[in-house]
């Protein structure tokens, strides 16, 4: 909604996480929204509220208190098995009218990307789109939405001061969950499917379930990921064994994927996956900004590289200077002697 | 089957170098290409036009070099184009975007079908699409990779989530957005060229589409860019392996124990 005055304003409280299901399951990426949320809810001394849309769902809507949600607003209906855009957007949009979130954060997935930015059409505001990080200008309170803008060669921050909600979508694995408190307990809200919602609606014919869509890091804490240098399939061959000996999981640079060594799914990068795991070893990658922004809040980063100046042997907390060929297969062999 | 395909000219990014001091892209010599994603939009409207008639109008809004990438969705087969084209609309947003070209929509009239790219490479935002279909309040089908089938009244689509793929109908009117597996754009003809360089394209201001002055542009855009700065550095002191490999293997895994990644 447009807001004209400062008293509007403070009609408007509350952080809202639209939570991200996939095949009727609550997702990891609604734990790491609700672990921004609360934080940006600590700011500004509101309460962290959860919005599940589904069926059969109730039981895993108690899980997100231990996330850090204080609200859950759960809508279940027989009309929310499929994703219905249309119906999940007029629920929302009757919701914000009546609750009146001041922030609302959603995934930016396939489905969060098809529904966030209906919603914010029709609620007449603003959408801060893969946004890495929100904050809480202390002037006025206004959220801060920084986010990567020309390919990844500056990071641009957005406000939207005249409009409530505010509104943004986080991809997967760039925000931080909260310790899961199971001891945290909170209120749920029941909300229904109104007959208005599903007046103008597609119908859902079929449904796949199928995961090479996207490719399942699981829990991998280690990320091995290859480019150019690595010069063909045969060599992401040796960086498999490395991660199995490792636990890990293979990754990629757009030019290695681009060279068709290895499917787009394993990208890594502005137009790939995000992560944010303990370890990410950069084998023959040279570190463009486009890479970097998907892998550099990986807690320790070890690059391993012919050339001692590329980009990512600066940034590495580990540089290691070699040919990948000849020093995998020795990290390998020390390993499994180990 | 009237389609309307919507395309944005963006800056070729993927060829963009970065400059080594700033670290900023050096945008001399940038060449302007249509949005890689709306050449397949403009494929399947040309396909579906072909299988079911009607026609395909490719709609822009841009400034005037922008009628280059309108001309060449008429090279590969469109059968009409516009663009909008007005210095009330500069500054726009995903918002004001998406409720201009809603409006031209309207103003063309009687559309069935509206088709988008996936997301345009220089915002990267996917929002244009579904914001034309909320606009407009019509159906919508985003990261559509098959149309598996049509007629006069409806379409059937096969949509990509992370988890897989959905089958769903949707009534007419309706917007889909397209990924790139979705069809094999085919190459202009030496006809389609001809026609490109003879075809009149009518530019559209706010005023031939009834747009209200306060909902385009800067004004009629919700968000404001307050700052803009390089990536954060990672703050680290960088330990530098040297050696042999068999050296470096070892003093890796000497690492990997030290800082508990193993
Ligand atoms: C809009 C846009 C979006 C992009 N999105 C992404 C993205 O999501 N992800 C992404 O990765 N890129 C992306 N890019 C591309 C990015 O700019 C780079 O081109 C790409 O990351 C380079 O990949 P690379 O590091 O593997 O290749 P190079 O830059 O060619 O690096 C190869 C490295 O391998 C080293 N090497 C060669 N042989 C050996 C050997 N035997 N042993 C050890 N080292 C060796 C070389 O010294 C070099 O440092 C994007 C670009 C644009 C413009
Ligand atoms: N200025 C524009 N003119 C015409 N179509 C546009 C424009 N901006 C975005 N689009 C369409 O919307 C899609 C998604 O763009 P975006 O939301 O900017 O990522 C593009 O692939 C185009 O089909």
């Excluded at chain 1, 990307?113 to 209906?118: F, G």
């Excluded at chain 1, 694995?173 to 307990?185: F, G, H, N």
């Excluded at chain 2, 007419?172 to 979705?182: E, G, M, R, S």
Aim: a negative charge; charged letters at 25%; one cysteine or more.
């Amino acid at each position: 909604m447009i807001i004209s005055d400062s008293k509007d304003k403070s009609k408007y409280s509350n952080v809202w996480v639209v939570a991200e299901l996939l095949s009727g399951k609550i997702q990891p990426v609604t734990h790491e929204l609700l672990g921004a949320a609360s934080s940006l809810a600590a700011t500004r001394s509101s309460q962290v509220w959860a919005v599940v849309m589904g069926l059969g769902i109730a039981e895993q809507a108690h899980s997100l208190f231990a996330f850090g949600a204080d609200k859950v607003i759960v809508v279940e209906d027989i009309r929310l098995s499929g994703f219905i855009d249309e119906i999940e957007a007029s629920i929302m949009v009757r919701l914000i009218e009546k609750y009146k979130p001041e922030i609302l954060i959603g995934a930016a997935t396939a489905r969060g990307r098809a529904l966030i930015p209906r919603i914010a059409i029709k609620t007449n505001c603003g959408l801060t789109a893969d946004c890495t990080e929100l904050g809480i200008d202390p002037e006025n309170g206004d959220l801060l939405q920084t986010r990567p803008a020309f390919g990844g060669n500056i990071m641009a921050t957005i406000r939207c001061s005249n409009h409530r909600p505010q509104m943004a979508t986080v991809r997967p694995r760039v925000m931080k969950a909260l310790e899961p408190d199971y001891s945290r307990s909170g209120e749920i809200i029941r909300e229904n499917v109104q007959d208005s919602d599903a007046l103008k609606i597609k119908r859902i014919i079929e449904v796949y379930h199928s995961d090479q869509a996207a490719v399942n890091l699981g829990d991998a804490q280690i990320i091995i990921a290859g480019g150019r240098g690595v010069k063909g399939p045969a060599g992401f061959e040796i960086l498999r064994k490395f991660a199995a000996e490792v636990g890990g999981a293979v990754g990629a640079s757009r030019a290695a994927v681009d060279s068709g060594w290895i499917p787009y799914s394993y990208q890594f990068g502005q137009t790939g996956q995000t992560v944010q795991t303990k370890a990410y070893i950069a084998c023959g990658i040279s570190g463009q900004i486009q890479h970097l922004v998907g892998m550099q809040s990986c807690e320790v980063i070890i690059a391993i590289d012919k050339n001692p100046d590329t980009p990512m042997m600066q940034i590495a907390d580990i540089a290691i200077v070699g040919d990948l060929f000849e020093v995998i297969p020795e990290i390998i062999t020390n390993l499994a002697s180990n | 089957m009237k389609i309307v395909v919507c395309i944005k000219q963006v800056p070729a990014t993927s060829e963009a170098k970065i400059d080594p001091e700033t670290k900023r892209i050096v945008r001399e010599g940038l060449k302007a290409i249509m949005n890689p994603f709306d050449i397949y939009a403009v494929e399947e409207g040309i396909q579906l036009r072909d299988k079911f008639g009607g026609e395909v109008i490719v709609l822009s809004m841009g400034p005037e070099k922008a009628l280059l990438s309108l001309r060449e969705a008429i090279s590969l087969g469109a059968d009409r184009a516009i663009l909008l084209s007005d210095k009330a609309f500069g500054g726009s947003d995903t918002w004001a975007t998406s409720y201009t070209l809603a409006k031209a929509i309207d103003k063309i009239g009687d559309v069935d079908l509206v088709i988008c790219g996936k997301q345009a490479i220089d915002g990267d935002t996917a929002q244009v699409g579904p914001g034309i279909a909320a606009h407009l309040d019509w159906v919508q089908a985003t990261y559509v990779l098959r149309v598996e089938d049509a007629d006069s009244k409806s379409i059937k689509v096969k949509r990509m989530h992370e988890d897989g793929y959905d089958i769903c109908e949707m009534d007419f009117p309706a917007v889909v957005t397209v990924l790139k597996d979705i069809n094999i754009p085919r190459v202009p003809t030496l006809k389609g060229c001809l026609a490109a360089l003879k075809i009149e394209i009518p530019v559209w201001t706010h005023a031939h589409i009834g747009a209200e002055i306060e909902k385009i542009g800067l004004d009629g855009s919700p968000t404001r860019v307050v700052k803009t700065a390089p990536p954060p550095p990672r703050n680290i002191i960088t330990k530098r392996i040297e050696g042999s490999p068999q050296d470096c293997a070892n003093q890796l895994v000497r690492e990997f124990r030290i800082r508990s990644i193993l």
